[in-house]
């Protein structure tokens, strides 16, 4: 290996020439220009098949973005599997959906449903839950709860009602003598329930509370509940308060012992903390639980392989093997992986193919840098400063021949629909880039800047009726792919690439030979 490679990505950070909510275009990004301007690059694709998505209609995420990054192969992911499952019937054929199932159907009590409730297709989609509904009441069940979680983010920001519409249809059409199938809680998605990497615990504990207990504000319906909260507050889906569903006084779906419980998200990062609260013994400590129902619950995945979280689950998960990883540690190559709390998982466990534990204690070296629990749009610049101090240091000591990290600004501040705030985000991350780049300079080493999905390059659409309004979710656009070494201008292929092809592209600049099962580099 002649130079060791530091790998940027810019997270959210999108390629597109469409000026409409483009806080790439509309911010200060003198370095990004620059490397474009001298340097070899090109944009690749980061949804869709390219991410082992079902569709070029399904935005790319951290997470499977990640995975193809770290695995240089397409794996089919979360929706896709999902999907497949569904279609087969072989879901329902699962030990786990037959315990559950079962279980209720024997006894006459609740099956639950816990998720977020849109077509996203990110971290969930409505059409798994409205399958396994329909299921649920073909077996022989007699009473379903769900508690929705409110989008806003991987979907139109107000578009909440609509996906409610969408479920009562369905009960109204299901509910019978024999059927009774209901909303019972909700609130938005970064209020309650779907906090990641145990960075802000109180938000599971208002989920739990609401759940489990049926302890939240009542409204007679969700329609209710939304267009009440939204009107006190003016927040948009993701950030609407809790509420609970009841009739005379009383929740109509607070969870019993004997009932059984399905989290059907299929993104792992946001269900992690849900699921250890339903699995956890007695020594489970990190809020207080109150009275714990004896109920049977699953996960849709498996969201953590290694450390078997949840205990059960409906649908097996990609067997991703032969990792970038894997193959430095063939070679003794010793790599450095360095984010703040909000993107750490990516660099490490969805880097490394959903694995926790390192594959070797000796070759690898990761750095967490906590996250601030706070709104992102407040302090825009997160832990750019931060995370780059670590690069430069880990450039500096000379022990590491690949560095990776993640800059998440442009993604976590443009999920917030604050345009303003984005464009900080993204010069933020530009200025911390130049720092990179100057030691890449002085110390020799090969840079490449990617970005693992759109973002903060559209923050307005316009709507079915042609009017402009925020976007929140992430882009279907490209990301780009650049190669800065100062002594070399590296020769890229003509043709369509995506991010499975990043990683056969670093072996290549380290000279080593791929392995047999990975995309092509993108190296002449």
């Known amino acids: 290996m002649s130079k060791p490679v530091v790998l940027v990505v810019m997270d959210?950070?999108?390629?597109?020439?469409?000026?409409?909510?483009?806080?790439?275009?509309?911010?200060?990004?003198?370095?990004?220009?620059?490397?474009?301007?001298?340097?070899?690059?090109?944009?690749?694709?980061?949804?869709?098949?390219?991410?082992g998505l079902p569709t070029d209609d399904d935005m790319g995420n951290s997470e499977v973005g990640h995975n193809a990054l770290g695995c240089g192969q397409i794996y089919s992911q979360g929706?896709?599997?999902?999907?497949?499952?569904?279609?087969?019937?072989?879901?329902?054929e699962s030990e786990t959906w037959k315990d559950l199932a079962g279980s209720v159907i024997a006894s006459g009590k609740t099956l639950h449903f816990i998720g977020l409730l849109s077509?996203?297709?990110?971290?969930?989609?409505?059409?798994?839950?409205?399958?396994?509904?329909?299921?649920?009441?073909?077996?022989?069940?007699?009473?379903?709860?769900?508690?929705?979680?409110?989008?806003?983010?991987?979907?139109?920001?107000?578009?909440?009602?609509?996906?409610?519409?969408?479920?009562?249809?369905?009960?109204?059409e299901l509910n019978d003598d024999s059927f009774d199938g209901r909303i019972a809680s909700g609130g938005g998605r970064m209020t309650i329930t779907m906090d990641r990497y145990q960075a802000n615990w109180p938000m599971v504990a208002l989920g739990w509370d609401v759940h489990v207990?049926?302890?939240?504000?009542?409204?007679?319906?969700?329609?209710?509940?939304?267009?009440?909260?939204?009107?006190?507050?003016?927040?948009?889906?993701?950030?609407?308060?809790?509420?609970?569903?009841?009739?005379?006084?009383?929740?109509?779906?607070?969870?019993?012992?004997?009932?059984?419980?399905?989290?059907?998200?299929?993104?792992?990062?946001?269900?992690?903390?849900?699921?250890?609260?339903?699995?956890?013994?007695e020594s489970f400590d990190h809020f207080d639980r109150g009275a714990v129902p004896a109920v049977k619950y699953a996960g849709m995945l498996e969201y953590d392989g290694d450390l078997k979280i949840p205990h059960h689950y409906l649908v097996n998960p990609p067997q991703i093997k032969d990792t970038l990883t894997e193959l430095l540690v063939e070679h003794g190559i010793k790599e450095y992986a360095v984010s703040e709390t909000q993107k750490y998982g990516h660099v490490t466990y969805f880097w490394n193919g959903n694995r926790s534990g390192k594959?070797?204690?000796?070759?690898?070296?990761?750095?967490?840098?906590?996250?601030?629990?706070r709104s992102f749009d407040e302090c825009p610049w997160m832990k750019a400063t931060e995370i780059a101090d670590k690069v430069i240091e880990a450039i500096?000591?000379?022990?590491?021949?690949?560095?990776?990290?993640?800059?998440?600004?442009?993604?976590?501040?443009?999920?917030?629909?604050?345009?303003?705030?984005?464009?900080?985000?993204?010069?933020?991350?530009?200025l911390q880039l130049a720092r990179i780049k100057k030691?890449?300079?002085?110390?020799?080493?090969?840079?490449?800047?990617?970005?693992?999905?759109?973002?903060?390059?559209?923050?307005?659409?316009?709507?079915?009726?042609?009017?402009?309004?925020?976007?929140?979710?992430?882009?279907?656009?490209?990301?780009?792919?650049?190669?800065?070494?100062?002594?070399?201008?590296?020769?890229?292929?003509?043709g369509k690439f995506g991010l499975a092809n990043v990683a056969p592209t670093v072996a290549g600049l380290m000279g080593i030979k791929p392995y047999d099962s990975w995309e092509e580099s993108m190296l002449k």
């Open 12 to 51: 959210g950070v999108g390629e597109t020439p469409e000026t409409l909510g483009n806080c790439v275009l509309r911010a200060n990004t003198p370095t990004l220009d620059d490397l474009k301007a001298n340097n070899p690059w090109q944009c690749i694709k980061a949804h869709g098949g390219a991410v």
């Open 79 to 92: 929706a896709k599997l999902v999907n497949e499952s569904i279609e087969s019937g072989s879901i329902y």
């Open 119 to 172: 077509d996203g297709n990110v971290h969930s989609n409505i059409s798994h839950l409205i399958a396994m509904v329909k299921e649920a009441k073909k077996e022989g069940v007699k009473k379903v709860r769900v508690h929705a979680l409110l989008d806003g983010r991987d979907v139109p920001a107000t578009s909440a009602p609509e996906y409610v519409a969408q479920l009562e249809e369905v009960f109204a």
């Open 213 to 281: 207990h049926g302890k939240g504000r009542q409204f007679a319906s969700a329609q209710e509940a939304i267009e009440t909260l939204r009107q006190e507050t003016g927040a948009i889906d993701q950030d609407l308060p809790a509420f609970v569903i009841a009739k005379d006084g009383e929740p109509v779906g607070a969870m019993q012992d004997g009932d059984s419980v399905i989290l059907f998200n299929f993104r792992g990062d946001r269900a992690l903390e849900l699921s250890m609260a339903f699995d956890g013994d």
């Open 359 to 373: 594959v070797s204690e000796e070759l690898e070296d990761y750095c967490e840098i906590p996250s601030d629990v």
């Open 396 to 430: 500096e000591s000379h022990q590491y021949g690949f560095i990776r990290c993640n800059f998440p600004n442009g993604d976590m501040v443009g999920h917030t629909g604050n345009m303003d705030a984005t464009e900080i985000a993204v010069e933020s991350v530009d």
């Open 439 to 494: 030691v890449v300079d002085q110390e020799n080493c090969i840079l490449i800047v990617t970005a693992d999905h759109g973002n903060s390059d559209q923050m307005l659409e316009k709507n079915k009726k042609g009017k402009i309004e925020v976007r929140t979710a992430h882009s279907l656009n490209p990301v780009p792919f650049i190669i800065y070494d100062k002594d070399e201008k590296h020769e890229m292929k003509e």
